[in-house]
């Protein structure tokens, strides 16, 4: 084996080369063949980083591969979850005693491998695998993989997506799925963050169970009124708004970190006395002052307002006088999320973290002292040698111990409105 730093030096010379060659004295007709050899030696590039992920492994200090390998290659944490998902289906394995074992994929990694397939190919053939039923036996699952593969090399993604289709067909002709199977796809998602009107579009798998009772509840809570102008789909959203708003501070939900079940809201005075601007949840919410008025911050929601100019909290409004509760409260006001660096933990998921002194070393629960941090942050100061210390602005600074290749410093994801610097901080 070669140093793999002479590898990518010769790397990084043959890609200069490359980028200073003149295509233009081919041929037109030969200037695809140049074309699709470079996008077969970009695939191979992948395969190989791929494999090369298999051999990361966590040290002392190092949080999960994955939040390390999104930071270091500056990537998001769904893709590099996805490489690492991809790399142990599409490279050679072993045991935890250093036996060999083959890919969980083995002949679309061959095809991975020699740069024969596109990552929307994979795709393709890992979407079949997680729809195929479980009756499904190994022998023709083992067929199928080896036909997709097969057909990848020699078709777009979007002709092998057609030939999955009619393969999964011909494996379920009956359409025969067990209730695992349907467990097994059941979810709920937001497809994306809210949209520039404040919108938010959700994308909803259900069980034959949850449609039921969803069609009992509209049926009546969101049956046609007289002179209602509505849709049928917004009488439906209304009536799930109207479900869930008469759920939040229940006491029989219990209580999540602490507090009870029910929305945290943030705003400052300046925007409540204009009427206009965004309030913030815990959850990373935006919803328009004009929202937030007409909802009137009932007793089963907590409305923190703050100053504008100096950020000194004025106001929390609240159903019960708990300090332990108020503080969280507002923690979760101030810093809406996780304040590691990256980190889009929303506070509604964060715990509270002593900042500058940890409790069993002496550390006092003052407001000042405290902040917020995600289970798995938390877990890093904990275990693994990271240090936080309060800025005098009240941020929360995080520093990473010695030989971790990730950078400390604040999170300002939570705070878009940092983002734009003020007019005399832009000289």
Known sequence: MGSINVALDALDAAVELVAAADIEELPAP???????????????????????????????????????????????????????????????????TGEPLAPLLPETGKAWNAGLLDAEHVRVIQKFFRELPDHVGPVEAEKAERTLAQHAQSM???????????????????????????????????????????????????????????????????????????SHSQRQHDALSQLVRDRLGDPKLGQHNGLPVTMIVTTTLQDLQKGAGHAVTAGGTLIPISDLIRMNAPANKYLAVFDGVTGRSLWLGRSKRLASADQRIMLLAKYRGCTAPGCTVNGYNSQ????????????????????????????????????????????????????????????????????????????
Not at 380 to 394: A, D, M, V, Y
């Open 352 to 427: 509270v973290h002593h900042a500058t002194q940890d409790w069993k070393d002496g550390g006092t629960t003052d407001i000042d002292h405290l902040t917020l941090a995600c289970k798995c942050d938390n877990l890093l100061i904990e275990n693994h040698g990271w240090e936080t210390h309060q800025l005098p602005n009240g941020q929360t600074h995080w520093s990473p111990p010695p030989d971790v290749p990730l950078r400390g410093g604040t999170n300002d994801f939570h705070h878009p409105e940092r983002f734009l610097p003020e007019d005399d901080e832009k000289d």
């Open 30 to 96: 030969e200037r695809f063949a140049a074309l699709e050899r470079l996008e077969s030696a970009v695939r191979r590039q992948v395969a190989v980083s791929h494999e090369q992920i298999t051999h990361l492994e966590r040290y002392e200090g190092c949080p999960p591969i994955s939040f390390v390998l999104a930071d270091v290659l500056r990537i998001s944490r769904t893709a590099a979850k996805r490489r690492i998902r991809d790399a142990e289906q599409l490279s050679p394995r072993t045991t935890l």
């Open 156 to 230: 777009r993604p979007d002709q092998l997506e057609k030939i999955a289709d009619r393969l999964a067909t011909h494996l379920n002709p009956d359409g025969k799925f067990s209730e695992e199977d349907r467990a097994r796809k059941r979810g709920f998602l937001w497809t994306g963050g809210q949209r520039p009107d404040g919108m938010s579009v959700g994308k909803v798998v259900a069980t034959p169970q949850l449609r039921a009772e969803l069609d009992a509840v509209f049926a009546k809570l969101a049956a046609p009124e007289p002179d209602d102008l509505r």
